[in-house]
Each structure stands twice: as C-alpha cells, then as structure tokens.
C-alpha cells in the first residue's frame, strides 16, 4: 500500500539557519503530494503542494520538489525563524477519486533565538 | 466562513461509555473525513465520505460508526470507548477530487479515555 517516511524528529535549529526535513513515499501511480504544518494547540493547514513529477510547491519562504526519480519530496527553507516552530507532516494523496491522505509521522521543529 | 469545526475540543470519558464527536464545514464540500493523531503516527484515516449516504472504512475503523446525512455534518460515534481510543481527532473536508486534493482540517478534539 501508499506510505509516508519521514525525517526522525525533533529537530532543533538556531534562528536563520537552513532547513531540510526529508521526506520520502511510497505509492502506485503518481499521487499528489503535500506537507501539512500544525502550529501548537491548533488542527493542520496545507503548507504546500506538488501534483505532478518536478513540480515544486512553495509558500512562505518554504519549498519542496516532487522527485519521481527517488521518491522524494524534501521540506526546505533557507533561513528559519522561531515562528516556523511547529509540527510538519508530509502527505500524499491517493488518487482513486477518495482523496485519502496518507501522512509521514510528523517531525516536531524548535527553533531558537 | 467558519470553515471546519468541531465539537467538544475536550473529551473524558470512562471506559465502556460512548459519545459522538461533532464535525461541520460550510464550504459546501463533497468529501469528508475522520483521523486521528497519536504520538509518532502521524495521522490515520478512520472513516470518509465521498458525499451525502456515502460512507466508507479508512485504515482504524474498529470501534467507529460514521453517518452522513447532510453534506455539512459528518460525525463520529465511539460505541463503547476503550483506553486505546485516547488520542486527538480531526475532521477534514474537501472538494471532490479536481487534481489539486488538498483538505481543510478542524481545531481537532483531545479524547482521554480513562
């Protein structure tokens, strides 16, 4: 069946630094594929997307490439700041008309002033 | 809009008893769907609709019951809470799928079950 891995959390990182939460799939066909932030004590919201091979989703300073060839689809951002503290799942959507999400674990991100 | 909302944000409840937890969204989507957040498991598909009487299991379904009566309201029953069911529950909603697929997610539902 589809399934989600994720970077082992948590991930802890000094203001302004760089960002990468890996973040890889495994499904038939060629799903859409989405990552998911959920600040503390709320529901999630859609950080990005990607629907089809080398598309790249991108949003708020965040981006992410859908790479067919090795399955990815990498969460980065250039340079941090405390309020992207959060929780960040990466998805994929199945495509059989029920638009099940299929999530990663979640990888929780500090970070520091 | 209001959006997706949900119904208590916070749940005790004994072994044995049973409740159900309120989900409704007014964009008007098609598809509806429960999961629920345990720790290191990310989120797991329990129940869905793809629309008004259409309902279907999703990856946990045991010990659910889904409805769909309306397409605003889709709510969950736990027939007879058990300790492995404390966990935090969250209600999506979408548009029937166009190629795009993302969903819109409640503020979730803490449920401890003693």
């Known amino acids: 069946g589809n399934s989600v891995t994720q970077m082992e959390g948590p991930v802890t990182l000094s203001e302004e630094a760089f960002l990468t939460i890996n973040c890889t799939y495994t499904a038939t066909g060629y799903p859409s594929l989405f990552w998911y932030v959920q600040y503390p004590g709320e529901g999630l919201q859609l950080l990005l997307k990607a629907t089809k091979a080398d598309d790249k989703g991108s949003n708020k300073g965040f981006e992410a490439t859908y790479r067919k060839e090795t399955t990815s689809f990498h969460l980065e951002k250039g340079s941090v700041q405390v309020s992207d503290s959060a929780v960040y799942f990466c998805a994929l959507s199945d495509l059989q008309g029920a638009q099940k999400l299929v999530f990663g674990q979640g990888t929780r991100l500090t970070i520091n002033p | 809009n209001a959006g997706v909302t949900q119904t208590p944000k916070f749940q005790v409840l004994k072994t044995g008893q049973s409740m159900t937890l309120q989900c409704a969204q007014d964009m008007n989507h098609e598809y509806m769907s429960w999961y629920r957040q345990d720790p290191g498991m990310g989120l797991r598909l329990i129940h869905y609709s793809v629309g008004a009487g259409i309902t279907d299991q999703g990856e946990v379904p045991n010990g659910y019951n889904v409805s769909r009566s309306t397409t605003e309201d889709f709510p969950l029953r736990l027939l007879s809470a058990a300790p492995s069911q404390t966990s935090v529950y969250f209600c999506?909603?979408?548009?029937?799928?166009?190629?795009?697929?993302?969903?819109?997610f409640g503020p979730g539902t803490r449920l401890t079950v003693t």
């Open positions: 999506a909603s979408s548009q029937r799928f166009t190629g795009g697929g993302e969903q819109y």
